[in-house]
């Protein structure tokens, strides 16, 4: 019997969603998006303190699996754009970016296509040193997708994001590390362990914090900076006297590592 399309892992607190086609550089097919979405879902359960997304073999994700459609039947029942993006992609994406706790990707080798969507809608990225970003669409006269043109632009720069868009430029792991595009770069065959061991080490930060953080500049982009100041007021008022916010005094006082419950 055959694995999954997509595999979900449990490593302690630590949840881990893994693309599972390394025969097709986990491309995304239709079987594969829902298996995503149903694992984004599952990993929204409170006992994971962090997400991990990752590809299995020497692929993080070749973006869409172009070979799905090759005949003209397939072509009959394939359902409509729209209805592949709002009704399949969007959802996993937007799980990864809403999730209140800290996403991870821990990227192996190509992301290509709208595989370049999931890296972008992650918080935290770790490339390792073969690897490469490529937003190819314009290869085939295609726009990029998944919310791709408004995370690279924010996380680049225009200039930066249009180049590497229209030019369907391969970026390697060192310049997407200069540009913004991951935040660390690790020896070839390290990095689902290197990301593991920083997931767990965010595991054991205060989750709703970190959930607050990571929606609040989330959100930023949306929100002038008077407003930000609003919402990080009455956030902080939610926090302040809460358990866990009085654990965290009390281990700084007694120098100690804190034990953060949630509460």
């Known amino acids: 019997m055959s694995e999954p399309k997509v595999l979900f892992e449990e ?26 979405n149903e694992c984004t879902e599952k990993a929204k359960d409170k006992k994971y303190r962090a997400v991990i997304l990752t590809g299995a073999g020497n692929s993080f994700c070749a973006g869409a699996d172009l070979t799905e459609f090759s005949t003209v039947d397939d072509l009959e029942s394939a359902p409509t754009v729209q209805e592949s993006l709002h009704n399949g992609y969007h959802i996993g994406l937007g799980n990864l970016i809403k999730m209140n706790k800290p996403v991870f990707a821990a990227v192996e080798g190509p992301c290509a296509g709208i595989g370049c969507a999931f890296l972008l809608s992650c918080d935290v990225v ?13 290869k085939i006269a295609l726009i990029p997708d998944g919310g791709t043109n408004w995370l690279l632009t924010r996380a680049v720069g225009y200039q930066k994001a249009f180049r590497m868009a229209a030019e369907a430029k391969r ?71 809460s358990a866990d916010n009085v654990e965290g005094v009390l281990a700084f006082i007694e120098k100690r590592k804190p034990n953060f419950t949630g509460d």
């Open 11 to 36: 490593h302690g607190s630590v949840a881990v969603i893994k693309i599972n086609r390394p025969e097709k550089r986990n491309a995304l097919d239709r079987e594969t998006v829902l298996l995503i």
């Open 126 to 138: 770790v490339m390792n040193k073969s690897s490469f970003f490529q937003v190819g669409f314009s």
């Open 171 to 241: 970026v390697g792991a060192d310049e997407c590390l200069a540009v913004g595009i991951c935040s660390e770069v690790v020896d070839d065959g390290t990095v689902f362990a290197e990301t593991l061991k920083l997931a767990q080490h965010y595991a054991d930060f205060a989750p709703g914090a970190i959930g607050a953080t990571k929606s609040l500049m989330r959100e930023s982009f949306d929100r002038s900076y008077l407003k930000n100041l609003d919402e990080e007021a009455d956030t902080q008022a939610d926090f302040v006297g």
